[in-house]
């Protein structure tokens, strides 16, 4: 069964060699020379407006694609592109990247990717794409308590979930966690795409 498939029918599915061990090395490479900043969580504050701040659930730092460099940038387009042609999706309803690394004891406790967007002009968080850029030797997993699932984080492998039910609510069952590093480094790749254009 295809990764376009799995999702269909389970809301979640992976591909296992989406990149290359040396396309990844690439990536890892570039991603060097981005500007890197703790990572923050979003809720909603005062008036249901969303609020971004640091927490200890959240311990990782973040470099976002506006930091890319052009090398990198071309690998991101191609990336882009071929997740758009297999999702049948448009590049505009993507969010902008994000990269991810996680460090000895970096995790992310449990969370939902959707939820806080359903006010915004471009909608929710229909779908997340992470994207396993290099896998610690220990630790790491992406964890799913309620469908019992435990995805290792395996360099080049792509992982796709919806966020959303057909009626547009949250699916509570994705749900999920960055489980700590126990030993080595984690990199990741993510963006969501919204129900609307998010890009201009």
């Known amino acids: 069964m295809s990764l376009v498939q799995d999702v269909a029918l389970n809301g979640i599915g992976?591909?296992?060699?989406?990149?290359?061990?040396?396309?990844?090395?690439?990536?890892?490479?570039?991603?060097?020379?981005?500007?890197?900043?703790?990572?923050?969580?979003?809720?909603?504050?005062?008036?249901?407006?969303?609020?971004?701040?640091?927490s200890n659930k959240r311990q990782s730092v973040s470099a976002d694609q506006g930091w890319f460099?052009?090398?990198?940038?071309?690998?991101?387009?191609?990336?882009?592109?071929?997740?758009?042609?297999?999702?049948?999706?448009?590049?505009?309803?993507?969010?902008?990247?994000?990269?991810i690394r996680y460090r000895n004891g970096g995790k992310f406790?449990?969370?939902?990717?959707?939820?806080?967007f359903g006010g915004e002009a471009a909608g929710e968080r229909a779908l997340t794409f992470l994207l396993y850029l290099q896998g610690p030797k220990q630790g790491g997993e992406t964890y799913f308590p309620e469908l019992d699932l435990l995805i290792p984080p395996t360099a080049g492998k792509l992982v796709v979930w919806n966020n959303l039910r057909p009626d547009g609510t949250t699916d509570d069952r994705f749900r999920h966690a960055a489980t700590p590093v126990h030993r080595g480094r984690k990199l990741v790749l993510t963006t969501w795409s919204r129900q609307r254009p998010i890009r201009t």
């Open 14 to 54: 992976w591909e296992e060699c989406f990149l290359s061990s040396k396309r990844c090395r690439k990536i890892v490479e570039e991603l060097k020379f981005s500007l890197w900043r703790e990572s923050k969580v979003v809720d909603k504050g005062e008036g249901d407006s969303l609020v971004s701040f640091t």
């Open 109 to 116: 406790e449990l969370h939902h990717d959707g939820g806080l």
């Open 69 to 99: 460099g052009p090398e990198l940038m071309a690998h991101l387009v191609k990336i882009e592109n071929r997740v758009c042609g297999l999702f049948d999706t448009e590049p505009s309803y993507l969010e902008l990247w994000q990269a």
